[in-house]
């Protein structure tokens, strides 16, 4: 499912979600048309940005902290993917003594950082590609390209910034200011948290991040299963599995008010999954012995 046909679903829960909660909404949370975010030109990319922006705060105003993330997480992993592509474009033109003159001022510098903001969003891979395609490095740049684009969010008609090469200096310093500012504003409401977590062309998949955090609980290495358990969450939220797998993560971390918190946002999706449930009764009753 890709990202924006997952937005409109979760839309439709979040107005289930509202309405159980007697919330009166008004216009609501609305989707991006996959017709406008397809044409992928510079001004569909900034309002996809600021639209998951928006939806960020609605998730949260209904705490549900982890949908939130994601959408945190996609639109500021968006904007700084092309942010820092524009600044490697104009180190490129000669710009700064050296490149961290050009990145001086932004809060991500580096492609793997950038990634882990949200493995789900296909950007660091593809504009990662562009820059190698710039410099002529053509099967490095076949090589991310093929990374980004069979990530579920990777636009259904395909991406094409390759005119960013040709930008002025002056362009490309007002597209930097401009997707600054996006993250600035994003990073009112978000900061994301890095752990390390390897980079691989995988991460973008539910399903393999819900396996690595299975494989790291057999392992006993508890506190690593949370931050795959938690992208299992945030990028597949409408599998329960998923969410049975974050909280037998947090608890075995004994992380205690995270895992209540996971099952409280995953019984919003799956109100009568009956492991979720047994996660419920078991925590209830260990509070009442307490």
């Known amino acids: 499912m890709s990202f924006f046909k997952r937005a409109a679903a979760i839309v439709l829960c979040l107005c289930m979600v509202a309405f159980c909660c007697a919330c009166d909404e008004g216009d609501g949370v609305s989707s991006v ?111 991310l390209y093929t990374y980004a684009s069979v990530m579920d969010n990777f636009p259904e008609k395909g991406l094409d910034f390759y005119y960013m090469r040709n930008l002025t200096v002056e362009e490309l310093y007002a597209l930097r200011d401009e997707l600054r500012g996006l993250e600035e504003e994003v990073c009112k409401e978000y900061i994301p948290e890095f752990t390390g977590f390897e980079r691989t062309p995988y991460n973008f998949s539910a399903e393999y991040m819900c396996a690595s955090a299975m494989e790291l609980l057999d392992a006993e290495k508890y506190a690593e299963s949370l931050f795959p358990a938690r992208c299992a969450v945030q990028f597949g939220p409408f599998d329960a599995g998923n969410w049975v797998c974050a909280v037998t993560a947090a608890l075995a971390a004994d992380e205690g008010y995270l895992a209540a918190k996971w099952l409280d946002e995953g019984l919003r999706y799956f109100p009568e999954d009956e492991k979720l449930l047994a996660f419920r009764s078991a925590i209830l009753e260990i509070a009442g012995e307490e």
């Open 33 to 143: 048309s996959e017709e406008t975010v397809a044409a992928m030109t510079r001004e569909d990319l900034v309002k996809a940005v600021k639209d998951c922006l928006e939806k960020g705060k609605k998730c949260e105003e209904l705490l549900m902290d982890e949908t939130a993330a994601y959408f945190y997480g996609f639109a500021l992993c968006s904007a700084g993917s092309m942010r820092f592509a524009a600044e490697k474009i104009l180190w490129l033109k000669g710009e700064g003594s050296d490149f961290s003159q050009v990145t001086s001022g932004s809060r991500y510098t580096d492609w793997d950082t950038l990634a882990e903001i949200c493995y789900a969003c296909p950007f660091p891979y593809y504009f990662e590609g562009l820059l190698c395609d710039i410099q002529g490095e053509s099967d490095r740049a076949v090589e």
